[in-house]
């Protein structure tokens, strides 16, 4: 395949967004084996059949690096709890929040989770999204957990889409382990974790640090397993309070620390030194209604990758359009429509520790989205629509 007559935000090059005027993209399997202007390309790349982009710009395939889109059920009654008043936290400790997407997602068979997944998948690939991570934690138990993955594991038998499997047993107390959360670690989450790795189900072991679920000791020991079993980590941290999580997470070389609204100037410091991503989700901010808005300007300080995902859940972020989180990360958050693109991409990729995508330039895996727009900002700008022209998914279109 080659591409001729684009413009590329390659996020490869020097310059904003790393644009290339004019340019040609070149393409053989599933790979990108020539990319820069077009009065630069050299024969052997050019192609009777080229496919004239008449100036539309193209980018890396979308990469939502976090959502738990594998669920039974919906949470629209503790929408409206919300408007009424009532926190996230209440909510939860009323047996609401994740617990009740818990007994909704245990009765469902693998069918119905599988369907449902799906619908969610198509809305995100009709965005251009080319990659997405899918975490387990609504089951906890070994039974659930192992299904949910097994789902997610699916959903790519189904559709052109890389899915990358977080487990997250650790996400909170299940009611039978009500006040025994080390309790639930040592006999449900560990156990589940060693099942779900042996039977090849887990990229990534997740965990959510927080007051109303685990603290760092317990998530400690979760990591722990992780590294004996050869699997990178990555956490829900700071999102609600301070608890140290960051730094945990840090401390492990995570792939990503998720949320994040609480995390300190140190936090970010350490962040940088293990080359951890911070993962910014302003669809749980919005619906939440938070106010503590996360570092930026510190992580920018202290040169951290900030990715945005959707955190497409039931509850605290129902939604799956990564275009809308662009826009919702410059609008609350103050990211540049620079950063929201490269946390989309780039920045997504390496959250889920894909070095073989999200830039355009050779020896990178040919997944990229053609846009009906004049220039990259329009992407975060526009609110609500959608100008995908073409999705390309490993050399395919």
Known sequence: MLLTHA?????????????????????????????GPMSDLPEQHRRDEARDLQGRVVTPGLVDCHTHLVFGGNRAQEFEMR????????????????????GATRAASAEGLLGDALRRV?????????????????????????????????????????????????????????????????????PALRAAHAEGLVDAVD????????????????????????LPVKLHAEQLSHLGGTA??????????????????????ALADAGSVAVLLPGAFYTLHETQMPPVQ????????????????????PMASLLLTMNMGCTLFRLTPEEALAGVTCHGAAALGLADRGRIKPGQRADLAVWDIEHPAELAYRIGFNPLHARIFGGRS
């Open 207 to 230: 965990g959510f640090c927080e007051g109303i679920a685990f603290d760092t000791a317990q998530m400690t020991r979760v990591f722990d397993v992780a590294r004996e079993l050869g």
């Open 122 to 190: 198509d809305a995100m690939i009709a965005e251009g999204v080319t990659s997405i991570e899918v975490k387990s934690g609504y089951g906890l138990d070994t039974e659930t957990e192992l299904r949910m993955l097994r789902v997610a594991r699916q959903i790519a038998s189904q559709r052109d889409v890389t899915i990358c499997t977080s487990f997250l047993g650790a996400h909170a107390v299940p009611p039978e382990y009500s006040g025994n959360p080390d309790g639930y670690i040592d006999e449900v989450a560990i």
């Open 7 to 35: 413009r590329l935000a390659s996020f490869a090059g020097p310059g904003r967004y790393g644009l290339i005027e004019d340019a040609a993209v070149a393409i053989t399997g599933d790979r990108i084996v020539w990319a």
């Open 298 to 317: 510190a992580f920018r300080d202290h040169g951290v990758a900030m990715a945005l995902a959707t955190d497409c859940n039931p509850g605290s972020s």
């Open 83 to 102: 408007l009424e008043g009532a926190t996230y936290e209440e909510i939860a400790r009323a047996g609401g929040g994740i617990v009740s997407t818990v």
């Open 248 to 269: 945990l997470a840090a401390r492990f070389g995570a792939l990503s620390a998720d949320h994040v609204e609480y995390a300190t100037p140190e936090d970010a410091r």
